[in-house]
């Protein structure tokens, strides 16, 4: 399971992960209350495409910079 560092390569990632077959790929989102991060992970049962750690960024954070 690769780890992406940037947004942006995520972002290619999962594009890719969709153009390839639409029908087979999901999106998991999962907010964790206690650390405010949304952790987001695509699939295609075969391959699993989610950013790292370090580069997710607190949803409240990102909330309130885009007002």
């Known amino acids: 399971m690769p780890h992406y560092h940037t947004w942006e390569e995520f972002a290619r990632a999962a594009e890719k992960l969709y153009l ?4 087979k790929v999901r999106v998991v989102l999962k907010y964790r ?3 405010g991060n949304l952790c ?3 699939t295609d049962n ?3 495409s989610k950013p790292s750690e ?3 960024i607190p949803v409240k954070q990102s909330v309130v910079n885009t007002r």
Do not use: T
């Open 20 to 23: 390839v077959d639409p029908m």
């Open 33 to 35: 209350h206690c650390d």
């Open 40 to 42: 987001i992970k695509v």
């Open 46 to 48: 075969a391959v699993v």
């Open 54 to 56: 370090v580069s997710q």
